[in-house]
């Protein structure tokens, strides 16, 4: 949850203190407001070996149904992708933690092998 503060004064309103160079402007009569925004962070889940039987293909092609039929909020899935030859699966994901993360893998049995906070970074041409 953040909450922000904010100085208002008739025909006067500032930015919040403690977000720097902020562009929020709000004409409201409360002195504090509380957006509760979860930060999503992007993470890059590889899946240990699966279990005899699931082919990965399917279970990456599934997984984001597997994750809205198991009530699963806080993961969203931005990618998936599969090695048949190895049996395993991998997905880029965003989440407000490591926990959350692993949490829903486990949910839809998915055995994870790693799971590592990801930061995309821009090729140059």
Do not use: H, W
Not at 34 to 42: E, H, K, L, N
Not at 70 to 81: M, T
């Amino acid at each position: 949850m953040v909450i922000l503060g904010f100085d208002i004064f008739p025909n006067q309103i500032y930015p919040p203190r403690d977000i720097p160079n902020s562009d929020i402007l709000i004409n409201l009569n409360p002195s504090t407001i509380i957006v509760d925004v979860p930060f999503m962070t992007t993470f890059i889940v590889n899946s240990a070996i699966l279990r005899s039987g699931r082919d990965p293909e399917a279970c990456a092609a599934g997984a984001l149904k597997m994750l809205t039929k198991g009530g699963i909020k806080n993961v969203k899935l931005k990618s998936c992708y599969c090695c048949s030859s190895e049996g395993r699966v991998a997905f880029i994901v965003e989440a407000e933690s490591k926990e959350a993360v692993l949490d829903a893998m486990n949910k839809i049995d998915i055995p994870v092998a790693s799971i590592m906070e990801a930061e995309e970074v821009k090729t140059q041409k």
